[in-house]
């Protein structure tokens, strides 16, 4: 039984909703059971110099968790961001980066800023999928202005964490199952099924390739389920 009492191929609760902040060009909430994350995407006419004149854009992520999203303080990375943390946001950037055709960008940069208030589980998956829908939303009120053609926008984007967990495959892990997990994997998908990553690793003993599809077949299940979501939460 799942600590809270969850079929093993069911997702947690997720509510996502849009424009919850005022000022950015997309903005959107998601909650995942009790992770909860907010999604900022702001858009700048200009690129980093590394693509100056290069007829592209650019859309990156910053990731970060507020003090008392987790069950102790966690202190502010006032030193810079820690490596689990530049990991994270080169992860969302990545996969955020799938769902857009950046030569038809123009010269523009779309930051989107994910930021952790509550944790408990599956923040970088939770990120991903909220901040797809934030970046659909900026880039549809670009697009309805006249700056942008509709083919801006591939296919969406989406993700997932899948694990093993006392020997069962159980999708969409909370922390207490994160915290005893025996394989811990992150799926992002598009909506035309295709892998955009996949960040798999045992815990304890190794895993099998049988485990392993087993684990991808439940991710694709709940990451069609969140697409769904994701549409609902853009219209």
Same mark, same amino acid.
């Given at each position: 039984?799942? @600590?809270?009492?969850?079929?093993?191929? =069911?997702?947690?609760?997720?509510?996502?909703? @849009?424009?919850?902040?005022?000022? @950015?060009?997309?903005?959107?909430?998601?909650?995942? #059971?009790?992770?909860?994350?907010?999604?900022?995407?702001?858009?700048?006419?200009?690129?980093?110099?590394?693509?100056?004149?290069?007829?592209?854009?650019?859309?990156?992520?910053?990731?970060?968790?507020?003090?008392?999203?987790? %069950?102790?303080?966690?202190?502010?990375?006032?030193? #810079?961001?820690?490596?689990?943390?530049?990991?994270?946001?080169?992860?969302?950037?990545?996969?955020?980066?799938? $769902?857009?055709?950046?030569?038809? !960008?123009?010269?523009?940069?779309?930051?989107?800023?994910?930021?952790?208030?509550?944790?408990?589980?599956?923040?970088?998956?939770?990120?991903?999928?909220?901040?797809?829908?934030?970046?659909?939303? $900026?880039?549809?009120? !670009?697009?309805?202005?006249?700056?942008? %053609? $509709?083919?801006?926008?591939?296919? @969406?984007?989406? $993700?997932?964490?899948?694990?093993?967990?006392?020997?069962?495959?159980?999708?969409?892990?909370?922390? =207490?199952?994160?915290?005893?997990?025996?394989?811990?994997?992150?799926?992002?998908?598009?909506?035309?099924?295709?892998?955009?990553?996949?960040?798999?690793?045992?815990?304890?003993?190794?895993?099998?390739?049988?485990?392993?599809?087993?684990?991808?077949?439940?991710?694709?299940?709940?990451?069609?389920? !969140?697409?769904?979501?994701?549409?609902?939460?853009?219209?």
């Amino acid at each position: 039984m799942r @600590p809270d009492g969850r079929a093993n191929d =069911e997702l947690r609760p997720v509510v996502i909703t @849009p424009d919850y902040i005022t000022y @950015p060009e997309g903005s959107v909430l998601i909650e995942m #059971g009790q992770t909860k994350v907010i999604c900022n995407v702001s858009v700048e006419d200009r690129v980093p110099p590394w693509l100056f004149r290069q007829n592209q854009g650019w859309v990156t992520a910053e990731y970060g968790m507020l003090p008392r999203s987790t %069950h102790t303080r966690t202190p502010r990375e006032t030193r #810079g961001p820690r490596a689990r943390t530049q990991e994270i946001r080169r992860l969302i950037g990545r996969s955020l980066r799938a $769902a857009v055709d950046l030569t038809k !960008l123009g010269e523009r940069t779309l930051t989107v800023d994910c930021d952790v208030i509550q944790a408990d589980g599956g923040t970088r998956t939770a990120a991903i999928t909220g901040g797809y829908v934030a970046l659909a939303i $900026a880039l549809r009120k !670009l697009i309805r202005g006249g700056l942008l %053609h $509709a083919r801006v926008m591939k296919s @969406p984007v989406a $993700a997932v964490s899948v694990g093993v967990v006392q020997g069962a495959a159980v999708l969409d892990l909370c922390y =207490e199952e994160d915290s005893m997990a025996e394989v811990d994997c992150n799926v992002v998908m598009s909506a035309g099924g295709q892998y955009v990553e996949v960040q798999g690793t045992a815990e304890g003993s190794p895993f099998s390739r049988a485990q392993m599809d087993k684990l991808l077949d439940l991710a694709e299940k709940g990451i069609e389920e !969140l697409l769904i979501l994701q549409k609902k939460a853009i219209k």
